[in-house]
Nanobody, 124 residues
């Protein structure tokens, strides 16, 4: 099973940008659709973005559409989340997840492996 580790989180002012990265172990990375989720204090984990195995299809939550971009590099076993125009409500722990199914999903239950998360804090 693939193992995931996120990086790139930190503190940023509102309106700023961050790039999160997720490194995957193993030689089957291209067999997984990948997703990003986030969880703010006191709230449930929510879907942010997902990308298909080839990278040809992407899917975003309405709250981040037009501000965040998900991408992947199957040669480097990485998936990135570029976050622009950040808002205080984007503050959360961000998680990378891997899904072995053929389609991309916004449902956390569809994902088979998760990273430990990285904190993103947006100050106002």
């Amino acid at each position: 099973q693939v193992q995931l580790v996120e990086s790139g989180g930190g503190l940023v002012q509102a309106g700023g940008s961050l790039r999160l990265s997720c490194a995957a172990s193993g030689r089957t990375f291209s067999s997984y659709a990948m997703g990003w989720f986030r969880q703010a204090p006191g709230k449930e984990r929510e879907f942010v973005a997902a990308i298909s195995r080839s990278g040809g299809s992407t899917y975003y939550a309405d709250s981040v559409k037009g501000r965040f971009t998900i991408s992947r590099d199957n040669a480097k076993n990485t998936v990135n989340l570029h976050m622009n125009s950040l808002k205080p409500e984007d503050t959360a722990v961000y998680y990378c997840a891997a899904d072995r199914s053929l389609s991309i999903s916004r449902l956390s239950g569809a994902y088979d492996a998760w990273g430990p998360g990285t904190q993103v804090t947006v100050s106002s």
